[in-house]
């Protein structure tokens, strides 16, 4: 297991690998579908198919028809119509979208995104109140939640219809709008209910459109990604198809500000996730987002240049107020207790924007729940960050009493207090978490998707992978396991040396390995160790150079019981004294030198025992193996291999016995034939001996003034049957074991009878 995660080995299904062999899929793509649960033919062939048609049928969506009706008499009699809409990514795109659809339709329509800081999220009843005064009769949300009854409501009595658009999670009370376009709407039937905002807009679009608006698929792509929805079924294609159009037909808005990163390479969902996203969301975060429906719906170069350099001084601006106000809280809870309870909670005068993302950088330097808050007149309001699998949002429902609003899911919440409630929710809170550690362990589960080494990475290997993209929520990029990795660099760098970089080899080359979180878990990983990486692999972009890289998800040490002292010409007198001596034929108690057929009578615990020969059976090692060492040095420096010495082996058996049933009388004079034998068997006299010994221990053969006589009423019989020969096939075995194989393989493999003896 891992430092950080628990590991889960991949089962393969070795039917469903061998039947996609026929469709020119390779084994390591078959392996992933596998162990992501694609594991039968036809959901394969839905996985890679391009064939997408128009996506399910959009009116499958409760109240979908009496929308579009609403929407198109509202066109028809040039009534203003208000599209509502979110500060973040999702909000921002799914606005854009909607507003563009409408006013190819002729629609008089608008767009307003109320401010984080003043109206904070959701519909707002000032905002309400001041929009339908304006002359809207016609309001359709989108990604603004399902909770809005008492706006809906003074709506409704204003005279101004709503349109509700969303996909967070239904509450028990629905708002009586005029209607409510919801995936997972309780009275609805459509197939899929993981889409975002973005997706629910475009699935309305569609049917005010009555064509699939592929030409919309860009801002789907970009929204999905953004809100880290499930990128499985309807979102993957939606996706990967938006981002083929941002390929082929960017909007300068989005063009421009990849220039400022200088992206050059082909925007991919990583690209949505890393450059595009962060910095659509850091307008909300800093500012009013309606700077991002300018941006995205700008069609003049030099206006989208002005308006990308503003995003991005905004996405500066977040960065650095969120890297004072980490520092800020790491000195608070270093200089007070707050650093030895359970769950962190600091407060101060923060910009509200960025508490999420402090409350993350909190989380992975402290490993437990974190609480971070911008007092405003006795007021808290922030975000919480949750570890492993506690959830906080049930942990903050249970005493919900004292909160003036929340919400959230297992790991984030939003919240809001009053500042006397303060003690008595860090006390709760602590006691829950205290008791979820426990009841439980405090490891989270990773799954592994294949098991490799360093030599089969390449960026071969890397594009193979390409075929699966996009990568995302329920279908991350594979987790891949690199088995026996020396490390032979680590260091720490960025401002604080926070970030963790590790070089990794083996016997073909070496892999560079990157860490941005957690890095403290790994500090007693050092050079020279071997390691079990579990990583992702990537393309690392520098300065006109690509290179490979892994970054890093969690490691663990390989403690080898087996450690290699052949071929060294080692001293054996260096050994020490209370160490245990392993040998054939060297017996001197005293120095603790046994032989191996004394291995029963050793009842002294040795942390080391050495082999100076090698053991003539697999029992021998089960023997040393029971003794439970901590390590086993192999020396092995025998004069004599048997396997050298003695050519015996099924094949020739069945050769020598074909010759004595194939030969007149059934029988061969040994005397006679030896030469013959020899020569055809390719062995030596020893040898022959033994293996007639071999048959006549098995009846088949009886030998009598040395000539072979074959059985008259002989059976087919198993080989093993034979003392004789399981004996010499151990001996082989063993040899073939600890003087041929390579010591990670020896401690690899599992040469014992008895489970869990022979480990690595």
């Known amino acids: 297991m891992g430092l950080k995660y628990n590991w889960n080995y991949p089962q393969y299904d070795e039917t469903f690998l061998n039947d996609l062999k026929e469709y020119n899929i390779s084994e390591n793509i078959a392996k992933i579908l596998d162990s992501r649960g694609i594991n039968k033919i036809e959901e394969v062939k839905k996985y890679f198919s391009d064939d997408y048609e128009e996506g399910y049928d959009p009116f499958l969506m409760h109240d979908m028809k009496r929308a579009v009706e609403r929407i198109n008499n509202a066109i028809e009699n040039e ?58 009769s016609l309001i359709i949300t989108v990604d603004n939640g399902i909770a809005g009854v008492d706006e809906v409501e003074l709506a409704n009595s204003l005279g101004c219809d709503v349109i509700i658009t969303d996909h967070h999670k239904i509450q028990d009370k629905i708002p009586k709008a005029y209607a409510v376009i919801h995936p997972e709407h309780p009275e609805g039937q459509y197939p899929f209910g993981k889409l975002a905002g973005v997706g629910v807009a475009f699935k309305l679009a569609h049917a005010l459109l009555e064509i699939y608006p592929d030409f919309l698929l860009d801002l789907v792509a970009i929204g999905t990604v953004a809100d880290m ?74 206006v989208a240049k002005s308006l990308a350099e503003q995003i991005e001084e905004y996405n500066v601006q977040r960065k650095e107020i969120t890297e004072n106000i980490v520092k800020d809280v790491i000195e608070t809870i270093e200089n007070n207790d707050v650093k030895n309870k359970s769950v962190i909670m600091v407060s101060g005068d923060y910009h509200e924007g960025v508490l999420g993302i402090v409350a993350s950088n909190i989380v992975e330097k402290y490993q437990r729940p974190v609480l971070i808050m911008n007092n405003k007149e006795g007021i808290l309001k922030g975000s919480a960050r949750s570890v492993f699998d ?70 071969q290997f ?96 390989k403690e080898f019981l087996f450690e290699d002292l052949r071929y060294t010409n080692f001293d054996e007198t260096t050994i020490s004294i209370d160490s245990l001596k392993l040998s054939k034929d060297i017996d001197n108690k005293q120095s603790n030198y046994y032989c191996y057929k004394d291995l029963d009578n050793i009842d002294t615990e040795y942390s080391n025992i050495y082999l100076l020969d090698i053991p003539h059976s697999l029992e021998d090692i089960n023997k040393i193996l029971e003794l439970k060492p901590k390590k086993i040095y ?79 009423s002989y059976e087919t019989v198993d080989l093993r049957k034979s003392s004789m020969y399981v004996k010499m096939e151990n001996i082989f075995e063993v040899e073939r074991l600890l003087l041929k194989d390579s010591i990670i393989n020896i401690n690899k493999k599992r040469y014992h009878l008895k489970s869990d003896i022979f480990y690595s």
Do not use: W
């Open 79 to 136: 009534e203003k119509i208000l599209v509502y809409g979110d500060y973040d990514a999702d909000g921002i795109t799914s606005t854009v979208l909607l507003v563009e659809t409408l006013v190819s339709l002729g629609a008089d329509v608008s767009s307003y995104i109320p401010n984080r800081f003043e109206e904070g999220y959701g519909p707002n009843k000032d905002a309400f109140s001041k929009i339908i005064k304006s002359g809207i």
């Open 229 to 302: 929805v499930s990128l499985t079924d309807e979102n993957r294609i939606f996706v990967k198809q938006g981002i083929e159009l941002l390929n082929e037909d960017p909007r300068i808005g989005i063009k421009m500000l990849l220039e400022l990163s200088n992206i050059t390479t082909n925007i991919d969902e990583q690209t949505i996730g890393f450059y595009i996203a962060p910095k659509l969301n850091s307008i909300g975060r800093m500012d009013s987002a309606k700077v991002g429906l300018s941006f995205l719906m700008a069609e003049d170069a030099s």
């Open 390 to 459: 506690f959830n906080i949002y049930t942990a903050i429902n249970k005493i919900g009493d004292k909160f003036i609003a929340y919400g959230g899911h297992t790991l984030a919440a939003g919240f809001s207090f009053d500042e006397q409630n303060f003690k008595e929710i860090e006390k709760a809170l602590c006691d829950e978490f205290d008791e979820y550690k426990n009841n439980n362990e405090l490891k989270s589960t990773k799954n592994i998707d294949i098991v490799s080494s360093l030599e089969e990475v390449s960026y």
């Open 462 to 557: 890397l594009n193979s992978l390409e075929v699966l993209k996009p990568f995302g929520m329920d279908f991350e990029k594979p987790n891949i396991l690199l088995e026996n990795a020396k490390v032979i660099e680590k260091v720490y760098f960025g401002a604080d040396k926070q970030y963790l970089r590790l070089t990794i080899a083996d016997e073909v080359g070496n892999l560079e390995c990157i860490s941005f979180k957690d890095n403290m878990i790994f500090k007693d990983i050092n050079v020279n160790d071997t390691i079990d990486l579990l990583c992702t692999l990537d393309k690392n972009y520098f300065n006109g150079r690509t290179k490979l890289q892994a970054h890093i998800i969690d490691m663990q040490v």
């Open 634 to 712: 192999l020396i092995c420096n025998d004069k004599q291999i048997m396997s050298e010495v003695y050519k015996i082996d099924k094949s020739r058996l069945v050769k020598l016995f074909n010759i004595v049933l194939n030969a007149p009388n059934k029988q061969v004079n040994i005397t006679q034939q030896l030469d013959y034998l020899l020569s055809l068997l390719k062995t030596n006299i020893n040898s022959l001996k033994i293996m007639i010994q071999i048959f006549q221990e098995l009846n088949l053969v009886k030998v009598e003034n040395n000539i072979i006589i074959l059985n008259p």
